[in-house]
């Protein structure tokens, strides 16, 4: 299993460019999150898709930033315009439902996507 | 107040040393606790869940105190190795959402 896959690694932009990040969960899993870390604030969930569904999108900054997953093998994070406060770590999670405390919503992270917006 | 707090340090520890971190959540109606581990430029893994009784796996202890409402990580005879971030992480049940702590930076030094 090649685990969750996140493209690009890295990406450097200027403000008011539109920014798209890619995130393969792992096969099966039927829960796909989008995370954001940053120094200041750490990592801090933007969104949660179960069966390509988005079920909360309470953590989405504005509407500058949309999620979508058009199947269960690919979700897409935009971000149109960018501005510097964008910069971050972009994780994206994968997890089965799980039962009980030892399976339930364990995640696995990609590697992440670091963006910086000039 | 953060949903889940944690001391961010940095703990400096010598090799073979005990360490301990505590993570304090607010919300009582938490369900399921874990650790994760996060490297330096790299992604957060699982280090281990918490169960109520508290369990050990190897050098590493957890604990959950739920009257209290904290977790703690015990590591006995620390390695270089376990140099890293140890992030607190809550889940409630009425979701599927994972909460984390800013997460508490250990060094082991040799």
């Known amino acids: 299993d090649a685990g969750v896959i996140q493209s690009p690694r890295h990406e450097v932009t200027e403000m008011g460019q539109e920014v798209t990040l890619r995130c393969k969960p792992i096969?099966?899993?039927?829960?796909l999150f989008w995370y954001r870390q940053t120094m200041m604030r750490g990592l801090e969930l933007l969104i949660y898709f179960n069966n390509n569904v988005p079920i909360d999108d309470s953590g989405m900054p504005e509407d500058r930033f949309s999620a979508k997953m058009p199947n269960a093998s690919f979700s897409t994070l935009k971000i149109q315009p960018s501005e510097p406060r964008d910069s971050a770590v972009y994780f994206c999670?994968?997890?089965?439902?799980?039962?009980?405390?030892?399976?339930?919503?364990?995640?696995?992270f990609g590697a992440g996507s670091r963006l910086t917006v000039l | 107040r953060k949903e889940v707090e944690q001391d961010p340090g940095p703990f400096n520890v010598p090799e073979g040393a005990t360490v301990a971190f505590n993570c304090t959540y607010s919300?009582?109606?938490?369900?399921?606790f874990f650790w994760y581990r996060q490297d330096c430029r790299k992604e957060p893994k699982l280090l281990m869940s918490v169960y109520s009784s508290g369990n050990e796996d190897g050098r590493f202890t957890a604990q959950l105190n739920r009257a209290s409402q904290y977790i703690s990580l015990l590591i006995r005879d620390s390695k270089l190795s376990d140099s890293a971030t140890y992030l607190c992480v809550v889940k409630n049940n009425a979701g599927n959402m994972l909460t984390f702590g800013g997460g508490t930076r250990l060094m082991v030094k040799p």
């Open positions: 999670a994968s997890s089965t439902r799980g039962t009980g405390a030892s399976g339930a919503n364990v995640l696995t």
């Open positions: 919300n009582s109606a938490s369900q399921s």
């Open positions: 096969s099966g899993h039927d829960y």
